[in-house]
């Protein structure tokens, strides 16, 4: 299984993100491979969002914790310790309902392009219709952008896979 190193997201560019993505009040926001929570904290505060983060190193989900309590949006982010390939993430893998991926309306990351191809099935499978990707820096092969800006690929299941 390919993994990613960490390598941070500022305010700005995870305000670029959820733009392009038109991140709405009240819509349901996950970042796969959060690391300290930069993209969650822009997305509750500034858009209104409920979000969801998952990441595998221990110290980066801890200080994202942290970050989100002092900010007081523990009501409305939550950063799960764990792979985002783990089943209890996925409805069709058996995974728990009140936090599987497909509650999502619009899914962040900013992952490899071997990590994206693993989880490629896993996002076509799961997603609603209608519902977004947001990949920062890499094109997903064979999933056509409905938008592209400054290195920033917007996807839309029905219309790009």
Known sequence: MATCDYVPTSEARAREMLS?????????????????????IVAAEEFGAKCFGIEVNSRLVE????EVEKRGLGDRIKIFHGNIFEPRFWLHLGGDPSIAIANADVVTYYLTLWVQEELKPLIERELAQGAR???????????TPVKVNNGIYLFEKGRSF
């Open 20 to 40: 392009l993505a038109n991140v709405k009040e009240g819509e349901v926001v996950y970042d796969l491979g959060c690391g300290t929570g930069e993209i969650l």
């Open 133 to 143: 990707v947001v990949s920062r820096e890499f094109k997903v092969m064979g999933w």
């Open 63 to 66: 200080w994202a914790r942290e």
